[in-house]
């Protein structure tokens, strides 16, 4: 790969490294410790290698006691270095061998001891190395050893490796460990996996296809698809050869390193997004408008401005806001944080019950917002003058009124026509005092309606405040971080340029390399090639 593909390689995933970092951030408590864990490692540790550079493949020899790994190593690497059988270590070591003098820092970052490295040059053998420049080879302890350290050292490097070729043995190959422990957990990985049978040697020709179809099925069992299955001897060196191949395919790709970062970043960013799920479905708007009706009936807010207009419209009387009932304010809460966290995991729930108003908080809210009502009781502007007219008619109509009756009995000396014109004059001040009544009513009636309407709208809008604020601003707030950690987490996973970094490893195919490998390489490209 040209140097200019490895700065596209470390610009793009540096971004997305980085935008793994800032959903993790963003995420924070509300992740599950595994969720966290997982995410943060993979940002450490792709950083970390991103600083070390993607020029070297990093290739690791894992597997059980007995798998013989370590006498693979050796024959890979042409150099007796690995200590075999009864020689083994019992403390957790990992060797190592570079093909390049330049992998100190690497082998540091890894955790190789000093004592356990050494540098294949190809003088020592005579063999031409150029082909694995760049190769560092990786033997590590046994997964399945008494000793837990070993296991710790596995579980620590795994993730730091970019090919990983795990060893088995025509005996163990099942092994529930293995497949339990750690293949089952690496699917997504395959484009940076192998499976080598060793000992081969051992089984006869005949029941070889056997074998070897058996841990295609074991494989495919785990979910992982594509991987090259190989079968090796380290004592008889067969398979060796073809074996030293796909590394050398390996590391003239150069993109063993950015595929296994990518792979990283992939899983760990799917474990976020699982802690994400799609879009949540809720708008402020609806939501506030579902749980006001119940607020208001919560408050008492429809008898209050009833009792305001009856105040107007008899001319006493005080009207007073209840307290807010608090068993119905909890529930209104209650029903809110169901209906807005219904998709969210659990621990976006926690954050969202936390970040809302509490049950006494968003009580004392809505009492504070109701006292602010005006609970005006006053009558109309001219309501005093208009009963004055019509009671000074009315009194008057009477006065009037009986001065015709006298004058009709003949108390009153008065001509005709009068007495009927002073009866007549009677009737019209009565009928201005009923009129002058009825309007004063009327005029009042039609207040105490404005002012029922005012306080019932004046304190639905103030419970609207009071629901945007406490409950929905801090619910739009953490969904809008809850679909940030999402985009972000999409990003991480997804590849901008035309060819993705991160495809299946094309590696040599069977026919290639004149030996086996599962049915997801069968269609693999030849040599050299990239998807």
Request: hydrophobic share 45%; with cysteine.
């Amino acid at each position: 790969m040209s140097a200019t593909g490895h700065r596209s390689d470390d610009a793009t995933l540096r971004a997305r490294t980085e935008d793994l970092a800032e959903a993790l951030s963003i995420a924070g408590p509300r992740l599950d410790d595994e969720t966290s864990r997982r995410v943060s490692t993979a940002v450490s540790g792709v950083r970390e290698r991103l600083a070390l550079g993607v020029d070297h493949t990093v290739v690791a020899f894992a597997g059980g006691t007995g798998s013989g790994k370590s006498s693979l190593f050796n024959k890979v690497s042409r150099l007796s270095f690995a200590d075999v059988g009864v020689k083994r270590p019992t403390t957790a070591r990992v060797t190592a061998c570079s093909w390049s003098d330049d992998a100190e820092a690497l082998l540091d970052w890894v955790g190789v001891d000093r004592e356990r490295r050494i540098v294949q040059s190809g003088e020592l053998d005579g063999g031409d190395e150029r082909l694995l420049a760049g190769l560092v080879l990786l033997d590590l302890p046994d997964h399945d050893s008494v000793e837990p350290a070993h296991r710790e050292v596995v579980d620590r490097v795994l993730p730091l490796v970019d090919l990983l070729v795990w060893v088995v043995d025509p005996q163990k190959y099942a092994d529930d460990a293995l497949h339990s422990g750690y293949l089952r957990s690496a699917v997504g990985s395959e484009a940076s996996m192998v499976v080598l049978l060793n000992q081969v040697d051992t089984v006869p020709e005949a029941q070889r296809v056997n074998l070897v179809g058996d841990l295609r099925r074991l494989l495919a069992d785990d979910g992982l698809t594509g991987v090259v299955v190989q079968e090796v001897s380290a004592r008889s060196g067969e398979g060796v050869e073809q074996f030293r191949s796909l590394l050398e395919e390996a590391c003239s790709r150069r993109s063993v390193a950015a595929g296994r970062a990518a792979a990283e970043l992939d899983s760990a960013a799917r474990v976020l997004l699982a802690q994400t799920p799609a879009e949540v479905p809720w708008q402020m708007g609806p939501a506030v408008e579902r749980e006001l009706d119940a607020l208001v009936a919560a408050t008492g807010l429809r008898s209050v401005a009833s009792q305001v207009g009856n105040a107007v419209r008899n001319g006493y009387g005080h009207p007073e806001v209840p307290p807010p009932d608090r068993d119905a304010v909890a529930l209104s809460r209650a029903r809110w944080l169901t209906r807005a966290g219904a998709s969210l995991r659990p621990g976006w729930q926690r954050s969202l019950a936390e970040s809302v108003a509490g049950a006494d908080q968003l009580r004392t809210a809505v009492a504070g917002a109701l006292r602010g009502v005006s609970l005006d009781v006053r009558g109309p502007a001219r309501a005093r003058l208009l009963r004055r007219t019509a009671w000074a008619l009315a009194g008057l109509a009477v006065l009037v009124a009986v001065a015709g009756v006298l004058a009709m009995t003949g108390v009153l000396d008065l001509a005709d026509p009068w007495p009927v014109v002073i009866l007549c004059l009677a009737g019209l001040l009565a009928a201005g005092a009923a009129v002058a009544a009825l309007v004063g009513v009327g005029t009042r009636r039609k207040l105490a309606s404005r002012r029922e309407q005012a306080v019932a709208s004046a304190g639905r809008a103030a419970l609207e405040r009071v629901l945007t604020e406490g409950l929905g601003e801090p619910t739009q707030k953490l969904l809008v971080e809850h679909r940030r950690v999402r985009e972000l987490a999409q990003a991480a996973t997804e590849l901008p340029a035309a060819a993705p970094l991160t495809g299946a490893l094309r590696l040599p195919t069977a026919d290639a390399l004149g030996t086996s490998s599962t049915e997801g390489t069968a269609g693999a490209a030849p040599a050299g090639s990239r998807g």
